[in-house]
């Protein structure tokens, strides 16, 4: 028996453009959020009270605020428009875009393949992740490490900001931490190295905990893909107010 033809693109009659068209939308949100941020190249550093924006962490070239820089100058002063944050956005971007959960979610939502379940993509083929650019995917778990680094190096400038007592800004850079350290460790590589290749789980109960627990958190992925993503830049705008002097820091303890 053949396949019948149909010629509608889908039988569906829910709303299924809904999801993706909401992803792409606050993707490019985001997206333009951030590309302003990075090339505005100012407001990312409250001195009076040792707040340093993650977009700008860690500032290492000679442009940078003195105080902002927590582990020195060793690069040069970038040419041009170039600020201090694209040393560090390709690492950030690496492994967001390469996530499991991105790539879902751009796939869907800017690529159309597919834009949804039981929905024809508009493409005549699909070669997979196997050829250029889609190859550079399985590079993920090395940006799993370069991302855990950065997080570090938040987690460093949070607790650098506590040495001049506790504002609202302290709190948000604390949840900010919490919130990326989740969706760090909820990585698929994060979990693969706690509890993979492993044939007996019961020989290595530490490893078997470890990975039980990342399950957990993997579970959860997607959502903290998005409060991750969504809170990075709202601790970047509660930064940048504060040193504009747009806003003033509500502090509980001076």
């Known amino acids: 028996m053949s396949r019948a033809e149909i010629a509608a693109r889908t039988l569906r009659t829910d709303r299924w453009w809904l999801p993706p068209l909401t992803t792409f939308v606050g993707l490019l949100l985001i997206s333009i959020y951030a590309a302003f941020r990075t090339f505005q190249g100012d407001f990312y550093w409250v001195d009076q009270y040792h707040y340093l924006t993650p977009m700008y962490s860690p500032c290492l070239s000679q442009e940078c605020l003195p105080a902002a820089a927590h582990f020195g100058t060793p690069l040069p002063e970038l040419p041009g428009f170039l600020t201090p944050p694209v040393i560090i956005l390709p690492f950030l971007l690496g492994f967001r875009v ?44 090395y940006f799993f490490y370069a991302a855990s680094l950065l997080l570090l190096i938040n987690i460093y400038d949070a607790i650098v900001a506590f040495g001049t007592g506790v504002g609202l800004g302290n709190i948000v850079l604390l949840a900010n931490v919490t919130l990326l350290g ?6 698929h590589s994060c979990r693969h190295i706690a509890g993979g290749r492993l044939k007996h789980f019961s020989k290595h109960p530490v490893r078997y905990w470890m990975w039980t627990q990342i399950s957990k958190l993997n579970n959860k992925h997607m959502q903290l893909a998005w409060a991750s993503l969504i809170f990075v830049c709202l601790t970047d705008l ?15 303890i001076n």
């Open 98 to 141: 390469t996530c499991y959960y991105y790539r879902k979610a751009y796939y869907r939502a800017a690529w159309m393949s597919p834009p949804a379940c039981a929905v024809a993509e508009p493409h005549v083929k699909y070669t997979g992740e196997t050829k250029f650019p889609l190859i550079a995917q399985n590079l993920h778990r």
């Open 182 to 187: 989740a969706y760090t460790l909820s990585c």
């Open 238 to 252: 509660y930064v940048a107010l504060v040193a504009s002097g747009t806003i003033s820091d509500l502090r509980f």
